[in-house]
């Protein structure tokens, strides 16, 4: 028996991330171009998304940058327009934009909790609307970075776990919805060391790591990996699924 290489699984495929100048959004840029895909790299940070497409592009893979504020229907259309006119494909949408707003809920005035809202739920029905009629001719997916505060409670954090906990419903809404077209999964991460950690010590760092079985806090790249499985073919079977990427932190006991 001879035992081929696995194929690249987004070789002729096109991805849009949104909030993909760092993080999360960043490192699945990176790996879906590793893996084939043209990469429309956008964010509100244009800058920032400029320079990932740059690092992929001397990396010898295909992007494209662009500035992209998910809350702006107007900005979806002019984004997913650029995506035909560019390959003239959508294939993959990651839907990754978000912030932990803290604030236990009588601290929140309105503007907090509804700007939460909108820049972590409104813009994944935002994305996925202005994304249907191309996702649709691809036969496409789309994957949603959710969170474990989707999961669980934790102190301090309603809005933001009333804007995650609205896609754990929403994917399976999507997926029932657009059935064989279009697939629709989140990953909902745990601990990852991002920008969002900048300001979090050493301490609270390695009780985060010990509270999950595995041992230690996630990177960008272990969601990039799942992010990636759900966006190829090899989950060609799987939809409207909220995915634990936690090391087992949402399934452990320990405080
Ligand atoms: N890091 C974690 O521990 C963790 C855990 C669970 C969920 N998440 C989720 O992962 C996603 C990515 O977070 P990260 O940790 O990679 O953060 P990050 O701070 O590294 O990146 C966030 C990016 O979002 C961009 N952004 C902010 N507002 C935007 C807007 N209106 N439009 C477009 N882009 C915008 C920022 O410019 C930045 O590049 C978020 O949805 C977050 O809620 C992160």
Sequence with gaps: MTVAAAPARFTGRTALLTAAASGIGAATARRLAAEGAAVLVTDLDARGARRVAEEIRV????ARARHLDVTSPAQWAEAVTETESWTGRLDVLHLNAGRNLRGAAHELDDDAWHDQLRL????????????????????????????????????????????????????RQLAVEYGGQ??????LPGSVVTALWAEASPEYKAQAAARAPVGRLGTPEDIAA?????????ASFVTGQNLLVDGGRSISSQE
């Design 120 to 171: 972590c739920l409104d813009s994944v029905f935002y994305g996925v609307r202005a994304s249907v009629p191309l996702l649709r001719a691809a036969g496409g997916a789309v994957v949603i970075t959710s969170s474990v505060h989707a999961a669980v409670g934790f102190k301090g954090f309603p809005a933001y776990a009333a804007a995650k906990g609205g896609i754990d419903a929403l994917v």
């Design 59 to 62: 990396g010898g893979g295909r």
């Design 226 to 234: 799942a992010v990636a499985f759900l966006a190829s073919d090899d």
């Design 182 to 187: 279009i697939r629709c999964n989140a990953v």
